[in-house]
């Protein structure tokens, strides 16, 4: 037998890979916050009822492209007067 066997074994003089992560998806709708998978049966963004939702409406597609150059620009998105 050749060396440590065992799967997650390191051998002495190698280098670790370690700090490796899986990537995690951002929320396109939530600006800055990470997918938290909100809707039930969903594993991401690409498969979210309410991103397509959003995606496929005009008038909130474009609401969404003003908050993403507010976000940009550096400025707090407007308050709506309720």
Not at 51 to 65: G, I, K, S, T, Y
Request: proline share 15%.
């Amino acid at each position: 037998m050749r060396g440590d066997l065992r799967p997650y074994g390191r051998r002495p003089g190698r280098p670790s890979v370690g700090g490796v992560r899986k990537p995690v998806p951002r929320c396109p709708i939530r600006l800055g916050e990470p997918c938290s998978l909100c809707e039930p049966g969903v594993s991401g963004p690409e498969d979210c009822g309410l991103v397509w939702l959003v995606m496929n409406d005009p008038d909130l597609r474009e609401r969404l492209a003003e908050l993403r150059r507010e976000a940009r620009a550096g400025q707090r998105p407007a308050s709506h007067p309720s």
